[in-house]
T-cell receptor
Framework: DAGITQSPRYKITETGRQVTLMCHQTWSHSYMFWYRQDLGHGLRLIYYSAAADITDKGEVPDGYVVSRSKTENFPLTLESATRSQTSVYFC???????????FGQGTRLTVV | EDQVTQSPEALRLQEGESSSLNCSYTVSGLRGLFWYRQDPGKGPEFLFTLYSAGEEKEKERLKATLTKKESFLHITAPKPEDSATYLCAVLSGGYNKLIFGAGTRLAVHP
């Protein structure tokens, strides 16, 4: 199906483990984003990508790594998970920067 | 520093009771103001983009307006299916990415 999909939908991991959240879009949008959503903070930008092999930091990048070898995929890796990274993570894409963003269904990550 | 504040945090309405949600912002050069709707357990869904003061956009029972300091999302005769969290975001010239407010949780009761 066309759209933007995230996997897994739910994940529980232990402190110190590496975990990767996947994001796939079928529109060939140039721009892709990773946000985290926490109560009282709204959506905060972690990393974004303007095209394959071009990524840049957002507001809260510490502890996260991204890559984008193909236009359609934008995985987010927590290298050594901490409890403060317990959150709901959303991936989004835009056809052109500053236009309507399309969001995935989110991944609820719990770090214990 | 660019900032977006939404009020109220939560709003409870009776079906048919019209009201407004507020989004106030301070940004260095507004390039666009966005409204999204978010249902529980789902990602935000785009509603409107406003680009300049005085602009208005409508969709069904929703109407968004924009001034130089704030935006309002007016809900006319709401129905229970309008219950959701409404998010406001701004795109500023200084920081070329969306900055989101914390959202307003709207509950419409029959």
């Amino acid at each position: 199906d066309a759209g933007i999909t995230q996997s897994p939908r739910y994940k529980i991991t232990e402190t110190g483990r590496q975990v990767t959240l996947m994001c796939h879009q079928t529109w060939s949008h140039s721009y892709m984003f990773w946000y985290r959503q926490d109560l009282g903070h709204g959506l905060r930008l972690i990393y974004y990508s303007a095209a394959a092999d071009i990524t840049d930091k957002g507001e809260v990048p510490d502890g996260y790594v991204v890559s984008r070898s193909k236009t359609e995929n934008f995985p987010l890796t927590l290298e050594s998970a901490t409890r403060s990274q317990t959150s709901v993570y959303f991936c989004a894409s835009e056809y052109r920067e500053g236009t309507e963003a399309f969001f995935g269904q989110g991944t609820r990550l719990t770090v214990v | 520093e660019d900032q977006v504040t939404q009020s109220p945090e939560a709003l409870r309405l009776q079906e048919g009771e019209s009201s407004s949600l507020n989004c106030s912002y301070t940004v260095s050069g507004l390039r666009g103001l966005f409204w999204y709707r978010q249902d529980p357990g789902k990602g935000p869904e785009f509603l409107f983009t406003l680009y300049s003061a005085g602009e208005e956009k409508e969709k069904e029972r929703l109407k968004a307006t924009l001034t130089k300091k704030e935006s309002f999302l007016h809900i006319t005769a709401p129905k229970p299916e309008d219950s959701a969290t409404y998010l406001c975001a701004v795109l500023s010239g200084g920081y070329n990415k969306l900055i989101f407010g914390a959202g307003t949780r709207l509950a419409v009761h029959p």
